[in-house]
């Protein structure tokens, strides 16, 4: 017997297209894993309504499960409560900064420049290269560079 | 038909038509940003389209999906407003269409994330979230036009003028919200929240009000606007040539 943990390793493989450093459990996409007598039940909320990520989150997740040669596995998304960006773990947003992406803040964070550091810079679009990003460039070292914006 | 059927494709078709007018936009914008917001703008309508497709369908138990719903209707079985249907124009047009649509439904999604049923209201949350984003784009651009250059001022207030006729549709009813009490919203109710948002914005944008003007289509029931013939022609030309075709 598969244990709930071991499900949630197997589907926390699996990782954000478009952010590829990015597990769906660092994401907070990965909501729940329960076994139940139908079978594992795995379920899953997105990010932004139109992301085109889910579907390749989906079928990502069901070849992990079928690799992992589990079956029996339903996926369910799940819409409420609505995802948050609150929900992103601090291993994820280190990696995003990593990344060269800067990470959604509590309101009493600074907005870094994920390069140099710098405090210092300027909004340039509140829509980027995907639904979860607004465009920065940093004022010091000159880098334009995407922030995983704060959803809540 | 089930009124909570035709409400969700009231819902879904506004967005889904929207969306198609901004994908319009892409790598025709006037900058690399600006193309890249009106997409994404128009990802997040397809998104919560497709939401309410899927609802409706399953609402209606007749086993259409979102594509049967979204390619396989003819015009008079859209119920989206005419508003949204109008060819983009300029980007002052696109604008002026945006921020009257973004002022009704961000307090829309809001009210509707309190509706009793309990699918709505999940639709809902997510969904006004997302929407705070957009009314902030439309109204920055409306103020950024209004107050910018001569010329940009003149096509922005021209603009407005232009799309104004087709504003009192947001508003319109009839028996399938009423039928709907505590499920869904009377856009009536959003009146007030909209004028304070539109008139604030024009205000700001240093622009004047336009005068009430109103058209006699209904969106709601099914009677367009020209414009909405071509869209769905496009949209809907290969999956009605290619019914099975699968990605």
């Given at each position: 017997m598969v244990s709930e943990q071991a499900v949630w390793d197997v589907a926390a493989s699996v990782v954000d297209p478009e952010i590829p450093v990015l597990s769906i459990a660092d994401l907070g996409v990965l909501r729940e894993v329960t076994i139940g007598d139908e079978g594992i039940d795995v379920v899953i909320t997105p990010t932004y309504s139109g992301c085109p990520a889910m579907d390749q989150i989906r079928d990502d997740l069901a070849i992990a499960f079928s690799r992992a040669g589990l079956t029996d596995v339903t996926i369910t998304t799940r819409l409420a409560p609505a995802w948050t960006t609150e929900w992103m773990t601090d291993a994820g947003k280190r990696k995003l900064t990593a990344f060269g992406i800067a990470p959604p803040r509590s309101p009493s964070e600074p907005m870094l420049c994920p390069r140099c550091r710098s405090g210092s810079t300027t909004l340039v679009?509140?829509?980027?290269?995907?639904?979860?990003k607004a465009l920065r460039v940093c004022d010091e070292c000159a880098e334009p560079f995407g922030h995983f914006k704060e959803l809540i | 038909m089930k009124p909570l059927f035709v409400y969700l494709l009231r819902l879904g078709d506004d967005r889904l038509i929207l969306s198609h007018r901004l994908a319009e936009w892409s790598s025709r914008a006037p900058d690399l940003e600006e193309d890249i917001a009106l997409t994404n703008i128009g990802l997040d309508l397809l998104g919560h389209a497709r939401s309410l497709y899927q609802y409706a369908g399953a609402v209606e138990g007749a086993g259409r999906g979102e594509d049967q719903l979204a390619f396989h209707r003819d015009e008079r079985e859209f119920f989206n407003l005419v508003l949204v249907e109008q060819p983009n124009g300029s980007f002052a047009d696109t604008i002026a269409r945006q921020f009257l649509f973004d002022a009704f439904q961000l307090p829309q999604w809001r009210e509707l994330a309190g509706s009793t049923d309990e699918q709505l209201a999940a639709i809902a949350a997510k969904a006004e979230k997302e929407a705070q984003y957009h009314l902030r784009h439309s109204r920055a651009w409306l103020v950024r036009l209004g107050d910018g250059t001569e010329r940009s001022r003149h096509l922005m207030q021209k603009a407005l003028i232009r799309v104004?006729?087709?504003?009192?549709?947001?508003?319109w009813s009839d028996e399938v919200e009423e039928a709907l009490a505590g499920i869904a919203v009377v856009p009536e109710s959003l009146r007030d929240e909209w004028t304070s948002t539109v008139t604030s914005g024009i205000a700001e944008a240093g622009l004047e009000l336009p005068a009430t003007a109103s058209t006699r289509l209904s969106g709601r029931t099914g009677i367009h606007s020209e414009p909405l013939g071509r869209i769905l022609a496009e949209m809907q030309y290969l999956p009605r040539m290619h019914p099975e075709a699968v990605w």
């Open positions: 679009s509140e829509f980027g290269s995907t639904a979860c | 104004w006729r087709y504003a009192e549709e947001l508003f």
